[in-house]
């Protein structure tokens, strides 16, 4: 499933495919009626060929709700952030983050990019990026955590040295008797 290869940049990075299931529905609030989208969950592996969809493939379609599938994703992983993936392993709910690009014209909300990288979530969510979270599917639990075992080194703790205040302070203070 991992495939360690190097970039432009001669990093190494791994690689994860995954398909983004997203469900679709009309809300009504008041008197407007808005597209509301979710992501259902995130699916490990490699889609069929035929399955491959840069657009969304319809799966399903009841009573008003669609559910889409996008396929053609990569969870990469960079060792210069398995910090962020052990913060999310180790978190009440290991979790992947979907990023979306929202289309204000037609109400679409496609996926772009899935990663399991607390920071770089954060990154997309500052720039005003819609981003979703899914549970993370146990394939991927166990190849992030495999990832993190092998590259991450916790950084050292430092002993802070207390600064003597009292002294500090004693000098500023004017002498004990006299009030001004």
């Known amino acids: 499933m991992t495939m ?7 990093v190494e990075e ?23 989208w979710r992501v259902v969950g995130v699916v490990a592996g490699e889609p069929d060929a035929g399955d491959q969809s ?4 319809l799966v399903h379609d009841e009573d008003g709700k669609q559910e889409y599938l996008w396929s053609g ?8 952030a398995t910090e962020s993936y ?3 392993l180790v978190g009440q709910q290991p979790s992947l983050f979907v990023v979306c690009r929202e289309d204000q014209t037609d109400g679409r909300c496609d996926p ?22 899914a549970p993370m ?10 990832y993190v ?16 205040w009292f002294d500090a302070q004693a000098e500023q203070l004017p002498p004990r008797g006299r009030r001004h």
């Open 73 to 80: 994703f990569e969870i990469r992983l960079y060792r210069d």
């Open 54 to 57: 840069e657009e969304g493939r």
């Open 112 to 133: 772009i990019v899935v990663t399991a990288n607390y920071d770089e979530a954060g990154a997309y969510m500052e720039a005003d990026a819609t981003v979703m979270s």
């Open 137 to 146: 599917p146990p394939e991927v639990y166990r190849w992030l955590e495999h």
């Open 14 to 36: 791994t690689r994860f495919p995954v398909s983004v299931l997203m469900a679709h529905e009309q809300i009504t609030m008041g008197q407007w009626s808005v597209p509301r």
């Open 4 to 10: 360690p290869i190097k970039n432009r940049s001669g």
């Open 149 to 164: 075992v092998e590259h991450f080194q916790p950084a050292e703790g430092k002993s802070r040295r207390r600064e003597p």
């Open 86 to 88: 052990w913060l999310n």
